[in-house]
């Protein structure tokens, strides 16, 4: 049965790790990952990773580009075929991140709004997506500020959009304490994911 599944978080969270771990669970999975690394789309968002002067609005619409390219090369595609699918950070990421971004300027006047409706006309919506909560101290100081979008003071803007998403989203969200452990963290994400699929596949739902 066709699944979108989403690990979402702050950066530091352990998200890639719990992902790279879960392709074991699930091998027949199809795993993928936004921003992408595989198109010009996914380059042109590093690179205006790396830019502390790029544009925010500008940056915005290049994730977004990323994001419509990922889903009619490798998301959509995997659905109809009706496979499970697993993505390290989806559009919630857009929305919790750039958000916080354009928030930081005076060009829009709700930011999380502006971002979400970008999308609402094109995205596919999760059937899932685990949140990895961390603060955004720790969250830093684990991902080493290697850049701009790794600052404690600016992952705290992040944080409350999730904050935010996660209770406008309640029926997809499912908040894992990403303070614990590696293992103790991968293990709930597998309960989680596990206990989602069995309700999906037999209908019902807690």
Known sequence: MATLVTLEGLDGSGKTTVWEALQNTYPDAVFT???TNDSW???AVYRSIKDDDADSLAELFLYTADH????????????????LVISDRYADSRYAYQGATLAETDRIAEPLEYVVDVHEPFSVVPDLTIYLDLDPETAARRAGSTNKFERAEYLESVRENYELLSERYADRFVRVDA??????????VQTVLATALEEQSTGTNS
């Open 33 to 35: 990952r936004e921003p």
């Open 68 to 83: 419509a390219d990922h889903l009619s090369r490798t998301i959509e595609p995997a659905l109809e075929r009706g496979d």
């Open 41 to 43: 789309y996914g380059d």
């Open 179 to 188: 303070t614990q452990s590696p293992d103790a963290v991968l293990e709930e």
